[in-house]
């Protein structure tokens, strides 16, 4: 087994450490949106709670994206299809008392300059996974699902930006028939790793 | 004791971690502690009206078939999830307590694992806090969840004794709650 693979997995752990909530890492808040930095890891995330939705994005290193697919058996092509892009961890909650639906079709993300591009959705992934013969349906942020109260869900959200891009993304969602928006601004896809560098 | 659970059945060969990364995987996940993450909901969502639940047959941990029609007069826990998932990780004592406690009234939690191999799902089992007994099956390609709409895991539904989707939660949850326990008493 490659080291780059050992190294993915012991990020691995971090990563499930962190997605479960279980570490205890720096804090900062900014514009409603709480930040949270591993001194340990280097890994970043962004946590929004508000009009009903709790959202949470953490950085997702291209070395853990191979060897969690590698592990599930998955081809070279998939996970490698995933890791060049920019992934976050995304924990989606209905905090609020109605049904809560979101569209990942909906959203879009910004860099720099401006410009709105959306995000791969679950179903786009999952043609392309099938087409190549490859049932695994499961990692990618479920793209339309309506929550009712208490839900919650997690997966990656992927964007067609290099390693360490800045960028921001907009949500939408929308509880009984009511639309919501909001923009997290200048989010970190994780940065590439020491050996593609 | 492990009556619904064939993986401690003597013919069972002795786990295999087939990969180094499987192992490691394993390990990572185990690592996982429950004591600073926060607590689980316990809310079941109801489905009105019930809907009647699609039948399959999958595989348990030995190979032999099982099909959801055989739990036909039990209330059902069906619950969809994978080892990689940490809320579907916490969440598995608390239906193995639940199962302890009402099984002998009616209750059965079928376990439906997706995409992976049994030997590591063996592995893992057997490094919980608490061992599951009841079934585990596996829906290696996901076929199950696709017919039941699964978004995200873990995803658990509550049948009645005639095979009727009543509740159903989607992420993690804490089945050994008062909650949950008045939702089965009022199925049972």
Same mark, same amino acid.
């Given at each position: ?56 994005? &953490?950085?997702?290193? =291209? ?27 995304? &924990? ?6 109605? =049904? ?74 929308? &509880? ?14 994780? =940065? ?6 | ?6 993986? +401690? ?71 969809? +999830? ?107």
């Amino acid at each position: 087994m490659g080291r780059h693979v050992l190294k993915g997995l012991q990020r691995l752990g971090v990563v499930l450490l962190l997605v479960a909530g279980g570490v205890q890492p720096l804090w900062a808040a900014d514009g409603g949106v709480t930040i949270k930095n591993d001194p340990e890891t280097g890994t970043k995330s962004w946590k929004f709670a508000g009009n009903g939705l709790d959202i949470e994005l &953490i950085q997702v290193p =291209p070395d853990f994206i191979r060897a969690s697919y590698s592990a599930r058996g998955l081809p070279p092509s998939v996970s490698e299809a995933v890791a060049t892009r920019c992934v976050f961890g995304t &924990i989606v909650r209905n905090v609020s008392d109605s =049904p809560l639906s979101y569209r990942v079709a909906d959203w879009r993300y910004m860099k720099a300059d401006g410009v709105e591009l959306p995000i791969k959705t679950k179903t786009e992934w999952l043609e392309e996974w099938h087409g190549m013969g490859v049932r695994f349906s499961w990692s990618i942020l479920a793209d339309d699902p309506t929550f009712a109260v208490g839900d919650w869900i997690q997966g990656f959200t992927t964007m067609a930006e290099p390693h360490g891009s800045r960028l921001s993304l907009k949500l939408v969602w929308s &509880i009984e028939g009511k639309r919501y928006e909001k923009v997290l601004s200048n989010l970190e896809c994780a =940065p590439a790793p020491e050996h593609d560098s | 004791m492990k009556k619904f659970c064939p993986i +401690w059945n003597v013919r069972r060969r002795p786990s295999m971690i087939r990969s180094v990364p499987a192992l490691l995987l394993l390990l990572l996940a185990c690592t996982v502690g429950a004591a600073d993450l926060p607590p689980l909901g316990h809310k079941m969502n109801s489905i009105s009206p019930p809907l009647a639940a699609p039948d399959f047959t999958l595989p348990d941990m030995d190979g032999e078939t099982h099909s959801l029609s055989e739990f036909r007069g039990k209330v059902v826990m069906l619950n969809f +999830w994978a080892t990689w998932c940490p809320p579907c990780r916490r969440e598995m004592p608390s239906m193995q307590r639940l199962y302890e406690k009402y099984s002998e009234r009616g209750l059965v939690v079928v376990a439906v694992n997706q995409f992976e191999d049994p030997d590591l799902v063996f592995e893992f089992t057997g490094r919980l806090s608490l061992e599951p007994t009841f079934p585990i099956l596996f829906d290696r390609e996901s076929r199950v969840s696709e017919q039941y709409k699964v978004k995200g895991l873990p995803t658990t539904y509550l049948l009645d004794r005639e095979g009727r989707i009543h509740y159903r939660a989607i992420g993690g949850r804490e089945f050994d709650h008062p909650d949950v326990e008045a939702l089965i008493e009022g199925l049972l």
